[in-house]
Nanobody, 125 residues
């Protein structure tokens, strides 16, 4: 059973940076799709960034050029990071990492059905 756990959230002034991390285990393949989502209360989850099993990446338009996703997937553990720069108040949300271990690519086919518990990011103006 794959488990994911996020860390790195917190409060930051607008223009600042944060780095979110997600550690996981229990996966049986090193080629899987991973992504970061965010959600505000009462809103749908939004995919912020994704990376597939061949390191192809995709970003939401709202974060392009500011956020960078990266991963390190080993046989027994994985790490997914999200470097967030030039943060804005509308980046405030709960951030979740997610995985689909059944496909390596493409990201648009991924069914992210494994989730972490989330980490809160608050950006103050």
């Amino acid at each position: 059973q794959v488990r994911l756990a996020e860390s790195g959230g917190g409060s930051v002034q607008a223009g600042g940076s944060l780095r979110l991390s997600c550690v996981g285990s229990g996966h049986t393949t090193q080629r899987l799709c991973l992504a970061w989502f965010r959600q505000l209360p009462g809103k749908d989850r939004e995919r912020v960034a994704g990376i597939d099993g061949y390191d192809n990446t995709i970003y939401a338009d709202s974060v392009k050029g500011r956020f960078a996703i990266s991963k390190d997937v080993g046989e027994n553990s994985l790490r997914l990071d999200l470097q967030m720069n030039r943060l804005q108040p509308n980046d405030t949300a709960m951030y979740y990492c997610a995985a689909d271990v059944d496909i390596a690519m493409p990201l648009w086919r991924a069914n992210f059905n494994i989730w972490g518990q989330g980490t809160l990011v608050t950006v103050c103006s």
